[in-house]
């Protein structure tokens, strides 16, 4: 596993496609009316509207950037069963002493919700549970000590 690589669901990049397409159509749109309409107000040397709207110009364009770099340059991973933790991989672990159990995806950095139980190939216990199987021990290192794991199931 290469952490400097940049994992996808085939989820997340169509979500990120939609937005791609949203902020090329609609929202740049919107921001070149918002210019011209700031513009027709005369000096543009002490012009809020217009230095608003060009900020919101230049950080949507930024976004813009980011995301289609990352489509560029993402590696999209496919949910599937495996012996092993691998990126896309559903791990189901007990935390040493509880009783109850606790899922987990393994995403890459740009999906990461620890709401939904996906965290990232590059945390801790990402890299942790990264290529064990189930039934291994995991430990790794949290600001509140070394915790230990179960894996009870890969999905």
Not at 2 to 11: I, S, V
Not at 28 to 34: C, M, Q, T, V, Y
Not at 41 to 67: F, K, P, T, V
């Amino acid at each position: 596993m290469n952490n400097t690589e940049q994992y996808l669901t085939a989820e997340k990049k169509q979500a990120l496609e939609q937005e791609l397409q949203e902020l090329k159509t609609t929202k740049r749109k919107e921001i070149l009316e918002s210019l011209e309409f700031a513009k027709s107000l005369g000096d543009l040397s002490e012009n809020a509207e217009y230095q608003q709207a060009r900020e919101e110009q230049a950080a949507l364009e930024e976004r813009i950037a980011e995301i289609e770099n990352i489509l560029k340059t993402a590696i999209i991973i496919k949910q599937h069963h495996s012996e092993k933790v691998e990126m896309g991989s559903a791990i189901i672990v007990r935390k040493e002493g509880d009783k109850e159990e606790k899922s987990y995806q393994i995403v890459g950095t740009h999906e990461v919700d620890m709401a939904a139980g996906k965290i990232s190939n590059t945390s801790p216990i990402g890299q942790a549970l990264f290529g064990k199987k189930k039934g291994d021990t995991i430990s790794f290192k949290t600001p509140g000590g070394i915790v230990n794991y179960k894996i009870i199931d890969i999905k």
